[in-house]
């Protein structure tokens, strides 16, 4: 158990729909990090917030936006969506920006029909 | 820009075989940091472990170890005396120490231990 929670586990929901995935990082994590898992992209850097500010953005698309919370959980919408989004979102966080190493949730798995 | 390559998409040996997963890097930055991840079919992401640019002594934790050569950008996992446990995806990762400190993966190799 890396200390990072995420929920829900699975998403089943329909092409033009709306979600939001949650995040809680390890207890004491200022930093968090959004990855996508897909067949053909393979793991792939989405966004980066630390401390409450955005610090870095990746291959996300303009359909999927994230914040993160005083609390320093954090929540990626994905909207509009479509078949190609269907795949396993992982949050991540580290201790601090540096590369420290980090810590993986357990994913969501998002499907869309 | 960074990039890894795991040339191995996959991978099958018998129990108790010896196995080395290939990562190669690329990276203009000076300062960086290699890891190795474990995805069994669970699902979840695994940390196994963690270089910097700077240390290059190769690393043994048990069966795994890891050989890191900076002149052939090279960061290599081997398994020893494998086991069934083994079998999952592994993933290699670069980070950068300046700027945005996300993970770059490779591609994955998927490695099957055969009873």
């Known amino acids: 158990d890396s200390g990072v929670t995420q929920t829900p586990k699975h998403l089943i929901t329909a092409t033009g729909q709306r979600v939001t995935l949650r995040c809680s990082p390890r207890s004491g994590d200022l930093s968090v990090y959004w990855y996508q898992q897909s067949l053909d992209q393979g793991l792939q850097f989405l966004i980066q917030?630390?401390?409450?500010?955005?610090?870095a953005k990746g291959n996300i698309l303009e359909r999927f936006s994230a914040q993160q919370f005083p609390d320093l959980h954090s929540e990626l919408n994905l909207s509009s969506l479509e078949l190609g989004d269907s795949a396993l979102y992982f949050c991540?966080?580290?201790?601090?920006?540096?590369?420290?190493?980090?810590?993986f949730g357990p994913g969501t798995r998002l499907t869309v029909l | 820009a960074q990039k890894v390559t795991q040339a191995q998409t996959e991978i099958s040996v018998v129990e108790k075989e010896d196995v080395t997963l290939d990562c190669v890097y690329e990276t203009r930055d000076t300062t960086y940091y290699l890891f190795w991840y474990k995805q069994p079919p669970s699902g979840e992401l695994v940390f196994l472990i963690r270089?910097?640019?700077?240390?290059?002594q190769n690393e043994i934790s048990g069966r795994y170890s890891w050989n890191f050569q900076k002149s052939t950008s090279s960061f290599n996992f081997t398994i020893t005396a494998s086991q069934v446990v083994d079998s999952a995806v592994y993933f290699c990762a670069l980070s950068v120490f300046q700027g945005a400190q996300k993970l770059v993966f490779g591609q994955g190799t998927r490695l099957t231990i055969n009873p």
């Open positions: 270089r910097n640019s700077f240390d290059e």
């Open positions: 991540a966080s580290s201790a601090r920006t540096g590369s420290n190493e980090q810590f």
């Open positions: 917030y630390y401390n409450g500010e955005e610090r």
